[in-house]
């Protein structure tokens, strides 16, 4: 990489507005060839509103864009591509019926005689996936491929169409380990070809392991860039970077649980499920968090959904204060105390197009209706008291869920739980696509409730926060629990092993603060 | 002032992250069109016509308008609940049909009046209830399920009359169909009233709320303790309730029993809730909307007659506004989405 030449993007002095708010504040940014740009900050920073402006999606009121030292004006995504730049979407593009060549030639079907020329389709197909170094078969349809490779065939599309910058919008939120790592060397080769990358992701470590620079943003204004590639006393820290997104100092990130557990509240003796899933056992006791980890389809959901009768057990006993908890359906599982956050927030918890007030009391109106009809005194009381709690604004009421942000919209699911006062809560992913500063909140949560005596099982992918918060670690690997350890004694990379079936002497483990390592 | 809008300064975090403008400029239109551009919409309807009919701005004519309205207002309320769980109902005209014979039926039998507009209205919730299971239980698609169910219960009027219409002149209840109350004709008494009741089950009960939750987000209500079952056959249940009262309206008016009675019906009646803003995807709309839609529907058939357009003219211009209505209900939609 030469110094001399232009970076291949350049945005210089940017701004946009949207009515009153000031989204993005005289923004200069640069993507130089073969480099890895992270972009980071909180939800709504203006991250993506500056996606969308190199995207040609957006219009910025000031400044001007410039590829390769020459000036451009990019009125729609088409032109943006015919300029070289690519965004590869947190949701995917794809049309899962048709298959992986179909959905690369989309748009540029290669016809013979007017009609379309499967064989050329497929071939070429061959082509643009060997370009990225994906080894799927071209003919499958792309909705049974897995996430992460339904991404590798974006990605293929981009690079066939001579992308020479390309933007990542969190792309590892849905992949296992290993696909991100397949990803990671993905993005190392098409940055050694000389391709500028924009990698957006909440996750700190990959943004170490992948970033040549990092870009902070914060309320809209770019708050700096650090090259992450200096040493001495230009060296960049972690802490750094979460001082740049949230303007200030985050001591403790992880709030660990300071309650005493107490007698077992939830036992769960041999439950399997569909698909392979068990026989799993383990407790949880009032007042104690236990951390469940593993990889993607280890198992961890499907547990869960056993337990709150969102699915049908095939087998096993599963008792709640010694109650035998015997559910059929998430009613029976509410009725007898479960309170469960479900994994996915838009497709499995939230009503979009209802107010913050209904999504909070959808599951507790029979506490406040009387022969049907809701008090809506009494309901009003009741969602406010744990909007305090929450430190959501009582202003935000009657907006709809849709307008919040992510963090936010969480809390609306955890505020919804806490008025069902559960004596077992499980957490299925509680911080995904959440930023820090609701993240830290969500912790201090989680916290008081366990506080109250309830029996809290978390499910996560994010190694550091499940070592970070819970007492207990559950690691579950082909449906099963492989290793119970102590979170307060463990690390990421004995968790990792377990999960992934380095000691896979078939036996379960138990570790201890006692046991040597 | 207000203690909602209070932001104490003890709280310093910014709770609610600043959304990106547009949602919010967007949700400002979205927010007042929901709730006053079908008004409007009807407003520019009446002072267009007023314009153009000189007999059209009367009292008379308005009456008229009104009684003419009723019969697709309460298929139309039937219809919202069940459009808003994000199911349809394309049985509603052929309820009405077995449900008005089967009225007209009992009261020719000599079962006591209102019993015999008991019965009516129980054979549509019956009817109602069946598309209800089958699309609750069944999982089946609720288009296929009311397009079998409009079908065979179709067959079901002819066969009770043996295809023959049955005259009932001095029918017991016809006072529903053309009888008034200090001028205001009964119908249109009976259409506030089912209004009212549909108003209060969706805007004041346990049971609304689940509507509107089962119908943005099936497994999100499912997850959330919803006996989202329970919620689509009575949603179904009530559509049917709703028709057979209508059913009971149309036999009173034209003191018989019709077996083509209603065909057609459910096209108006799903006119009349998209253009009053319920979104067919489910989750959105309100009832009085609905209401509007419908008197839309009945002031453009009403001047368009007076204004002498031929009928041919007159389907071109209802499929046109029809048309347009969803048209502006998925802009709403990509609005929304576009964020």
Redesign the interface.
């Known amino acids: 990489m030469s110094e001399s030449t232009a970076p291949l993007l350049e945005v210089e002095g940017i701004s946009k507005?949207?009515?009153?708010?000031l989204?993005l504040s005289n923004v200069s940014f640069d993507v130089r060839a073969g480099e890895v740009h992270a972009l980071m900050g909180?939800?709504?920073a203006g991250k993506?509103?500056l996606m969308k402006i190199i995207s040609g999606n957006y219009q910025p009121d000031t400044g001007s864009i410039r590829i390769s030292g020459s000036p451009v004006t990019m009125a729609s995504p088409r032109d943006a591509m015919a300029a070289g730049v690519a965004i590869i979407h947190q949701e995917l593009n794809t049309i899962p019926e048709m298959t992986v060549a179909e959905n690369l030639a989309t748009g540029n079907e290669p016809l013979r005689f007017g009609m379309l020329d499967r064989r050329t389709m497929v071939a070429q197909a061959r082509e643009k996936l060997a370009r990225v170094g994906a080894d799927i078969d071209p003919n499958r349809p792309i909705g049974q491929l897995s996430v992460g490779m339904q991404q590798m065939v974006e990605i293929a599309r981009a690079v066939a169409e001579n992308a020479k910058v390309l933007v990542l919008d969190e792309p590892t939120a849905a992949l296992s380990r290993t696909e991100s790592q397949q990803l990671f060397e993905l993005i190392r080769s098409m940055r050694s070809r000389g391709m500028g990358l924009v990698y957006i992701s909440h996750r700190m470590e990959e943004v170490w392991e992948l970033a040549d620079r990092v870009t902070v943003f914060r309320?809209g204004q770019l708050i700096g860039t650090r090259d992450m590639r200096a040493d001495g006393p230009e060296q960049v820290g972690p802490g750094d970077i979460v001082k740049m997104m949230v303007g200030r100092d985050i001591d403790d990130l992880y709030v660990r649980n300071a309650h005493q557990s107490g007698d077992v509240r939830l036992a769960v003796r041999d439950l399997t499920g569909p698909g392979d899933i068990g026989p799993v056992s383990f407790d949880v006791r009032g007042g104690q968090v236990v951390g469940m980890v593993g990889l993607i389809g280890a198992g961890r959901t499907e547990v869960a959904r056993l337990i709150?009768g969102?699915d049908r057990r095939t087998g096993g006993a599963v008792t709640l204060d010694g109650e035998p908890l015997d559910v059929h359906?998430?009613?029976d599982?509410?009725?007898a105390g479960v309170g469960?956050l479900?994994e996915s927030r838009k497709?499995?918890?939230?009503?979009?197009?209802?107010s913050v007030k209904?999504n909070i009391?959808?599951?507790t109106?029979?506490d406040h209706?009387s022969a049907?009809?809701?008090r809506?005194g009494s309901l009003l009381t009741a969602v406010r008291g744990v909007m305090d709690q929450l430190?959501?604004?009582?202003?935000?009421?009657k907006?709809?869920s849709?307008?919040?942000?992510g963090?936010?919209q969480q809390k609306l699911v955890l505020g919804?739980l806490l008025l069902q006062k559960p004596k077992l809560l499980i957490l299925d992913e509680p911080t995904r696509g959440v930023?820090i500063?609701a993240k830290s909140e969500i912790y201090r949560l989680i916290n008081e409730i366990a506080g109250t005596g309830a029996a809290v099982l978390v499910i996560s992918s994010d190694l550091p926060e499940a070592l970070g918060i819970s007492d207990e670690l559950l690691v579950m690997r082909n449906g099963r629990i492989v290793a119970t350890l102590d979170a307060r004694h463990a690390d990421e990379e004995r968790v990792m092993q377990h999960a992934t079936g380095v000691y896979d002497d078939g036996a379960t483990t138990t570790e201890t603060a006692g046991t040597a390592r | 002032m207000n203690p909602m809008t209070d932001t104490t300064p003890e709280n310093p975090l910014p709770d609610t992250k600043p959304e990106p403008a547009a949602v919010r400029r967007g949700s400002v239109v979205a927010y007042w069109w929901d709730r006053v551009g079908i008004f409007l919409v009807l407003l520019i309807l009446i002072a267009l016509m007023a314009a153009l009919a000189p007999n059209f701005l009367s009292v008379d004519n308005a009456i008229n308008v009104a009684r003419s309205v009723s019969i697709n207002a309460i298929l139309a309320a039937g219809l919202t609940v069940v459009i808003l769980t994000a199911g349809i109902d394309l049985s509603v005209g052929s309820i009405l049909a077995v449900a008005g014979v089967g009225s007209v039926l009992l009261a020719v039998d000599g079962v006591p009046t209102p019993l015999a507009l008991l019965g009516g209205i129980l054979i549509g919730a019956v009817a109602g209830a069946l598309n209800g299971a089958f699309v609750a239980w069944l999982a089946l698609p609720a288009f296929i399920v009311t397009l079998g169910s409009m079908t065979y219960l179709r067959g079901l009027a002819y066969s009770l009359l043996d295809g023959q219409p049955l005259v009932a002149s001095d029918l017991g209840f016809r006072g529903i169909g053309n009888g008034s109350v200090a001028g205001i004709p009964q119908p249109v008494i009976v259409m506030v009233v089912v209004y009212a009741i549909f108003w209060f089950l969706l805007e004041r009960t346990r049971f609304g709320r689940h509507v509107y939750a089962v119908g943005g987000n099936m497994e999100a209500a499912r997850l959330a303790g919803i006996n989202v079952k329970r919620v689509l056959l009575s949603a179904y249940m009530l559509a049917g309730a709703a028709a057979g009262v209508a059913g009971l309206i149309f036999s009173a008016r034209v003191l018989s029993a019709q077996p083509t009675a209603g065909q057609g019906y459910e096209l108006d009646a799903i006119a009349a809730v998209v253009l009053g803003g319920t979104s067919l995807a489910g989750g959105r709309g309100r009832i009085l909307g609905t209401l509007v839609g419908a008197v839309i529907i009945g002031v453009l058939s009403n001047g368009l007659i007076l204004l002498d357009v031929p009928f041919f003219y007159q389907l071109i211009i209802k499929g046109v506004v029809i048309i347009i209505a969803i048209a502006l209900d998925s802009l709403k939609r990509f609005s929304r989405a576009g964020t």
């Open positions: 507005r949207f009515g009153a708010t989204a909180e939800n709504g993506s509103t309320d709150y969102a359906s998430p009613i599982g509410i009725k469960l479900p497709d499995q918890a939230l009503f979009l197009d209802l209904d009391g959808m599951s109106l029979r209706s049907g009809v809701v809506s430190k959501v604004r009582s202003n935000a009421l907006l709809e849709r307008a919040l942000s963090g936010n919804r930023d500063g």
